[in-house]
């Protein structure tokens, strides 16, 4: 045990009236909600990166944070994973999800960033083995060493493309090894800062191709995990390719991947791109490419990624309600891709941050199961359908052409009628379950 929890106790369930600090109010993993655990529904995990591996920086000052962890030893990184497992045995949060980067020390070659790896992920076995925390998802930084700087897979340069394919094929033999349940591809640096400088069609091939690559091996490795794609429209380029649901949708029927490769839809990207996290899920959800979420907001003022814990359960509600919608998470889950601020200094603010955080998720989760078990949403969305149910809206739709529509409609005096999108009553009737 390192002594970095010192005087935190575990947070457990105590019901919505509890004045304690350290209690969830609102998720008990065991409350059966629509048939199935709270636990197994939200599928809680922790981001190694955030929470382990940042130091507190923004771009106008360094370091806030100082963790007994930080240094680039294989000494500091045992620590960090053994602190990283304490929080995640305080919370009792079920996943974790990592990049190689943050759990291993830097080494001088490529062969000794491997060796740190299989050190860590032998390291995070024995862990995993003891307490019964398990991996949600493994993924590569492909964003951080100025070796990235113009893009990984899309890089100009093709000594660029190798070393990233070969750091994806490490992290997904981690992956793999490790029980892991997706493998995540974040485009960190994939796009441009000018395209001055940008042979776009080239990029995006590079792009397909070693999407390509990492479909064939894991095929090659028999793992059954997910391959999610994470969209982000703009930050750390000014535009990124995988811009957002529909844009990585076509991307992926391109180059023939949309049965392969799922997405993993966060919250903040979303907001980037101009959508409301509902809009992604549930267009992710009708194309049938729905994996995952990182469940974590921006400041609404701040226009970037500021990655803070969610706090809106009217937002959660509604997210949730898409996501049961879509039938639920099957290797998917929750992910708290989120930071303390720089302020939070202390050992408390971190476990404060992700109880408060799953408090309102399963809040938003039982609201949401709630407006589908009364059913007078869908009831209404139906009905304002329910003329496509008739044999002549269905063969118009089905195979009558122009030509055929046009005459019909001429002999017939037709005169579409407007109907009330009752808007207005839809949002009254949201806000009686948030
Ligand atoms: C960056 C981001 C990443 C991915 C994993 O904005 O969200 O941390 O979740 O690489
Ligand atoms: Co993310």
């Known amino acids: 045990m390192s002594s970095f929890f010192d005087g935190i106790p575990a947070v457990r369930y105590a019901g919505p009236d509890s004045g304690e600090t350290f209690v969830y109010r609102h998720y008990n993993p065991d409350e059966v909600v629509l048939g199935k655990r709270l636990e197994d529904h939200l599928r809680f995990a922790i981001a190694y990166w955030h929470s382990f591996a940042w130091p507190g920086g923004d771009p106008f000052g360094g370091q806030t944070f100082e963790r007994p962890w930080f240094g680039d030893t294989m000494d500091h990184a045992r620590l960090k994973a053994d602190v990283a497992f304490e929080m995640f045995g305080l ?46 998802w493994g993924t590569a930084n492909l964003f951080s060493h100025r070796r990235f700087m113009a893009g990984a897979a899309t890089n100009p340069d093709p000594d660029v493309f190798a070393w990233s394919a070969a ?38 091939e590079q792009a397909g191709r070693m999407l ?36 990585v949708y076509g991307f992926l ?22 959508h409301s996290f509902e809009h992604e899920l549930a267009l992710a959800a009708s194309l049938g490419i729905f994996g995952s979420i990182d469940m974590n907001r921006n400041d609404y003022q701040s226009g970037w990624d500021t990655d803070q814990f969610p706090n809106s359960v009217p937002e959660i509600a509604l997210a949730y309600y898409e996501v049961l919608k879509a039938g639920g998470f099957t290797t998917g889950g929750t992910n708290f891709d989120a930071k303390l601020r720089r302020q939070s200094l202390d050992p408390e603010d971190l476990i404060l941050g992700h109880a408060g955080a799953m408090d309102v998720c399963a809040r938003g989760l039982k609201a949401a199961a709630a407006m589908l078990e009364d059913g007078t949403l869908e009831e209404m ?17 089905a195979s009558d052409d122009l030509a055929t529509i046009h005459a019909r409609v001429e002999a017939s005096d037709l005169r579409p009628s407007p109907v009330s999108g009752k808007q207005e009553r839809l949002e009254n009737l949201v806000n009686r379950f948030v």
Not at 167 to 194: F, P, Q
Request: net charge negative.
């Open 91 to 136: 919370l009792g949060v079920p996943y974790f999800c990592f990049h190689d980067a943050d759990v291993r020390p830097e080494g001088e070659s490529f062969a000794e960033n491997q060796r740190n790896l299989d050190a860590m992920v032998d390291y995070f076995a024995g862990k995993m083995e003891q307490t019964g925390t398990k991996l949600l």
């Open 167 to 204: 750091t994806i094929k490490s992290c997904m033999d981690a992956t793999h090894k490790l029980g892991g349940e997706n493998y995540v591809l974040w485009g960190g640096r994939e796009g441009y800062e000018t395209l001055l400088n940008t042979d776009l069609s080239r990029e995006s």
């Open 212 to 247: 390509a690559k990492v479909v064939d091996y894991k095929h090659r490795i028999g793992f059954k995990g997910t391959i999610l794609i994470e969209p982000k429209p703009q930050e750390p380029t000014k535009h990124q390719y995988d811009y957002d649901v529909a844009t």
């Open 253 to 274: 029927k391109r180059f023939g991947l949309e049965n392969e490769v799922k997405v993993n839809i966060e919250q903040g990207h979303a907001i980037l791109a101009g």
């Open 381 to 397: 969305r139906q009905t304002r359908y329910a003329k496509w149910d008739s044999p002549e809206a269905k063969t118009m739709l």
